[in-house]
């Protein structure tokens, strides 16, 4: 877009973020105080204290786009080190004195690199490509002069809210960039660090001041009240190819839970990086943007975020490349005119696993990743956004996505011309601050008056007939099948839509039907079915009663159930880390740890009773594989887990087919049944820092034992149940009496 001005660039976009620079304003440093981590002022780029300037340019952008909000970053986690200052301007100096105790050093006392970018393209980033070195953010004082800037930030006026980079909640960050060989906080540090900085900051900010945060595609549930949003900076291992379903599956439930979650107002977005082909070379960004494979991601990445989200989405480069990070082209799908949402999120299409579908109100969104190529049907005729072909037949392409537009509301369908911006779309005006990152709107205009016509997926449907007056729904539950069939009743014609609080999907149909999961226990379910004929459309809804008995083989008393303990030398274990410890008042684990000692990581790990391993996980700690296995027993709801298995059993390694990801989330696995006292790992922990742990944990879905009632309690740790007497009296005695609690225990839950 080379005929917009930077400003008419900018403003195309609803959220952006970079450096106070960009947005007209500048940390009031001078020759008395020249460090910029240190001001705690700001002035405009004129130097006016009034913010004059920046002011006028947020006008000036908020004329174009009154939707966009900006944000300027605050870093904490690294900084601008430079040692030899002699002769140089206070503006070429770092982010804090060479001499401050808030940089982190290592054995030989130089500060730690932090970060940095491949300059030369060889592929290989080394010590002269440094641009930051790492802050330790547990100081106290960090976390005011944080805290200070981002109040600071907030009485210009001049922008709307905060970037934090860098935020993991479950593992560290503070190693050397080159090599990641050491760590300098623990992750209990860490964790414990970045939530004070955002208490601290919204005590200065309050409530309606923006904070989002990178979380890659982790979720960052401590942090959840505290944050309006996380920007999902996806990030691949190899520059030269995409994503895999696995990877997206990840993307897509964090996605939706930020959605859900988060503090209102909501900015969550997504960013998806582009396959490079020639890596390095700058002046072909901008066709390989264009490509018709990263066409297709940007597709896909749109439209996971649309099924999934009300938040925003960029697809641009690979951070891989020695190039700034974020630039993008503008695409023309981009300025489809949707509308606004009026149907839930991550709805799944006709039950096809992969297959999502969203309505807005000019139209729809699909997402496919289902593993093959799918026709949908519409009612009527509508338009794809990506190629403009109107028909009530469109093929959508596996790991793909499109917007379909109804006919009657797109007379002014844009064409399918291709539009790019130019590379420097995103470039920051200084050459010390971070990339500007800007994000286009998933939904870019006002919902219109024009009701498209409503869609089914396979067949076209008959909408002529009026809407029944007695609607009805008879339902019953097969407690041996475990399913819930309905039935439509005093109905005919129309389109239908089942809805149900077991799924987040819908159906059509003049049936639905549910398989609950062995273990699921769900006490009831509400089921919905809306018919509409055109714009007529009445709704039944019903609550069907699902109590039941757990099947399977359950003893009358699980205590002494578990006839093998886990490690083959209880005499080894040291610590026990006890079932409901409450974390510092903001987290819960509802399993325990066993500890042997330092450094005796080769322990072999046995099965405490037949089970079979139905979820597993592989992630990197402390720079190693750790692996979470999820078994299940013969006795319905009735769960355990280990974590931080080290070397599991090749048997098990087979299944676990995917490269190490930095989130513990499991993923089922193809089921594997094994025996009381099969070996299913070799070794415990981290063997380079010889931390020799192994966390254990049962859970009960039908809470036969007591489960937590604390308030901090979340996710699979609410239906945790205390395990010492799962084992024989003599086992239990010893494991109560090595419990060491370094966190308060929820009272009464396992004594």
Request: with cysteine.
């Amino acid at each position: 877009m080379p005929d917009l001005s930077e400003v008419e660039r900018l403003a195309k976009h609803d959220l952006m973020w970079s450096g106070t620079w960009d947005l007209g304003l500048r940390w009031d440093n001078s020759d008395e105080q020249p460090y910029r981590g240190m001001a705690v002022t700001l002035a405009d780029v004129d130097g006016d204290d009034e913010f004059t300037a920046a002011i006028a340019m947020k006008e000036d952008l908020l004329g174009i786009n009154p939707n966009l909000r900006t944000l300027v970053e605050i870093r904490y986690r690294d900084g601008r080190f430079v040692g030899d200052e002699a002769g140089l301007p206070w503006w070429d100096l770092g982010h804090y004195p060479p001499d401050s105790p808030y940089w982190i050093r290592d054995a030989d006392g130089m500060p730690v690199p932090g970060w940095g970018e491949d300059s030369d393209g060889d592929g290989v980033l080394e010590a002269d490509e440094v641009l930051g070195s790492l802050i330790d953010f547990r100081n106290t004082a960090v976390i005011e002069l944080v805290a200070q800037k981002a109040r600071a930030l907030k009485e210009t006026g001049a922008v709307d809210g905060i970037f934090l980079d860098w935020w993991n909640e479950r593992y560290p960050t503070s190693a050397s960039f080159l090599d990641w060989s050491t760590f300098y906080m623990s992750p209990e540090e860490e964790l414990e660090a970045r939530l004070a900085i955002l208490r601290r900051i919204r005590e200065l900010v309050g409530d309606d001041f923006l904070i989002l945060v990178n979380t890659n595609e982790a979720k960052a549930p401590l942090s959840a009240s505290l944050i309006n949003g996380t920007f999902m900076e996806v990030w691949k291992a190899d520059w030269s190819t995409g994503y895999s379903v696995d990877h997206l599956r990840t993307v897509e439930e964090t996605l939706f839970w930020a959605s859900e979650t988060l503090q209102e107002p909501r900015i969550n977005c997504l960013e998806g990086w582009r396959v490079v082909y020639d890596y390095g070379n700058e002046a072909a960004q901008v066709t390989e943007r264009d490509s018709s494979e990263n066409r297709q991601w940007m597709r896909l990445f749109t439209t996971l975020a649309l099924t999934h989200s009300d938040g925003h989405v960029l697809f641009g480069d690979d951070n891989a490349e020695p190039t700034w990070d974020h630039h993008h082209n503008w695409y023309d799908f981009w300025d489809t005119d949707l509308g606004q949402p009026v149907g839930p999120k991550g709805q799944v299409l006709d039950g096809i696993d992969g297959l999502f579908i969203r309505e807005f109100t000019n139209g729809w969104a699909v997402y496919n990743r289902s593993g093959s190529p799918r026709t949908i049907t519409w009612s009527g005729d509508t338009t794809a956004a990506s190629s403009g072909e109107s028909s009530q037949v469109h093929v959508l392409g596996d790991m793909d996505g499109e917007i379909y537009l109804a006919v009657a509301a797109t007379s002014d369908h844009p064409s399918a011309a291709t539009t790019t911006a130019p590379a420097t779309t995103a470039v920051p005006t200084t050459s010390s601050a971070p990339p500007v990152t800007t994000l286009p709107p998933v939904t870019t205009l006002p919902p219109t008056t024009t009701q498209p016509p409503p869609p089914t997926t396979v067949a076209p449907t008959t909408t002529t007939a009026p809407p029944p007056d007695e609607l009805a729904i008879d339902c019953a539950f097969d407690q041996q099948a475990l399913t819930v069939s309905c039935t439509a009743t005093g109905s005919t014609g129309g389109s239908r839509r089942w809805t149900s609080s077991l799924a987040s999907g819908w159906g059509d149909g003049d049936t639905y039907e549910r398989t609950l999961n062995w273990g699921e226990n769900a006490t009831e379910a509400t089921v919905q079915l809306e018919v509409c004929n055109g714009d007529d459309c009445t709704v039944a809804t019903t609550t069907v009663n699902l109590a039941r008995e757990p099947s399977g083989d359950c003893p009358s008393d699980f205590n002494g159930w578990f006839t093998t303990f886990p490690l083959d030398d209880l005499s080894s274990v040291q610590t026990v880390g006890p079932p409901g410890r409450e974390i510092d008042g903001w987290d819960y684990k509802g399993h325990g740890y066993f500890r042997v000692p330092s450094g005796q990581n080769m322990v072999d790990v046995r099965l405490p009773t037949d089970a079979t391993l139905v979820n597993a996980a592989v992630y990197i700690e402390a720079d190693e594989a750790q692996y979470s296995l999820t078994f299940r027993t013969a006795c319905e709801g009735l769960e355990f887990l280990f974590d931080h298995i080290g070397t599991p059993v090749p048997a098990i390694g087979d299944l676990i087919d995917w490269e190490p990801t930095e989130s513990s989330a499991g993923f089922p696995v193809e089921h594997l049944s094994l025996l009381e006292g099969d070996l299913i790992g070799t070794s415990i922990g981290t063997v380079g820092d010889g931390n020799a742990f192994v966390d254990f944990g049962v859970n009960d879905s039908f809470a036969r034992l007591r489960t937590p009632e604390s308030p901090l309690a979340y996710g699979r740790h609410l239906s945790a149940v205390c395990f010492y007497d799962f084992f024989s009296p003599e086992v239990a005695s010893v494991l109560r009496s090595r419990i060491k609690q370094n966190q308060p225990v929820e009272t009464g839950f396992c004594p």
